[in-house]
């Protein structure tokens, strides 16, 4: 397991070690989008005027049924899938962009990486194809667990099996993965070619990814719990979302710069 700490303490450097250019690379195109879809929301959703003693009012126009009107849902179906489409592009770029910082040390333009269009696509479509196979075999799995609950029906149980299944998830498409940050320097790899290389890591892989998981449930933990009921707590939850981004993409980043170019853990 020796080498699974070296591997977390690599991992951690290489994120906070680089942290002005991980800010610059990914930070803007990581919540650009997340705070246009939030945007379009305030403004499509029903909005009211507030009088003294706390009475609400709606604003805008009425509807036959007496409800504020909202945006027609098609136009909203549409608004947000625009939105969700952009906000993948956007992961993708920031996503190549930090793996090529990493690995080939190119820097972006202000704040956001190169674009390299091709690249961007290629990784958009390998992104697609882990989650297809995931959830194929998230399908099959579940479906065992469930008996499994099934014939024994105890909370402490289910929670271990629940745990241990996130945490395998994680497991295989950390595994599978590295046809992205291959995808982010044009160059080829089948999803059982990164399988195969990560073989020799498979067991000390966990200690990174259980390390990072529960740090980043407890820091969430704390979060909720400092910021109860309050909007506030968006801000510091939504860091800790891009935190853990960052963290995953350079596990896959440090897996491939070892596992497939030959480096070292420095």
Not at 47 to 73: I, V
Not at 85 to 112: D, P, Q
Not at 118 to 134: A, P, Q
Request: charged content about 10%; glycine content about 10%; overall charge neutral.
């Amino acid at each position: 397991m020796d080498h699974g700490y070296r591997m977390l303490r690599h991992v951690v450097a290489q994120v906070f070690g680089n942290f002005g250019q991980a800010a610059r690379l990914t930070l803007l195109l990581t919540f650009l989008p997340m705070a246009l879809l939030l945007l379009l929301f305030l403004q499509t959703g029903p909005s009211y005027n507030a009088f003294p003693g706390g009475a609400m009012e709606p604003r805008g126009p009425m509807g036959p049924d007496g409800m504020p009107e909202m945006m027609n849902p098609g136009l909203l179906f549409l608004a947000v899938l625009t939105g969700i489409v952009v906000s993948a592009i956007t992961y993708c770029w920031a996503a190549v962009g930090w793996h090529r910082f990493v690995l080939l040390e190119e820097y972006g333009h202000g704040v956001v990486p190169k674009w390299h269009g091709s690249k961007v696509l290629s990784y958009l479509g390998r992104t697609i194809l882990i989650g297809l196979f995931v959830v194929l075999i998230a399908f099959v799995s579940s479906m065992l667990l469930a008996g499994i609950v099934m014939a024994m029906p105890s909370q402490g149980v289910a929670f271990i099996l629940a745990t241990g299944w996130v945490l395998g998830m994680t497991w295989i498409i950390t595994r599978i993965g590295l046809i992205l940050p291959a995808a982010a320097l044009g160059e080829s790899m089948s999803i059982g070619e990164s399988w195969t290389a990560t073989k020799p890591v498979a067991t000390d892989l966990l200690v990174p990814l259980l390390v990072i998981a529960l740090a980043i449930n407890l820091l969430s933990e704390l979060i909720m719990l400092l910021f109860t009921n309050s909007a506030l707590g968006m801000i510091p939850l939504a860091f800790l979302y891009w935190i853990q981004i960052l963290l995953n993409l350079s596990l896959m980043t440090t897996l491939y710069g070892t596992q497939v170019e030959g480096r070292e853990l420095t």
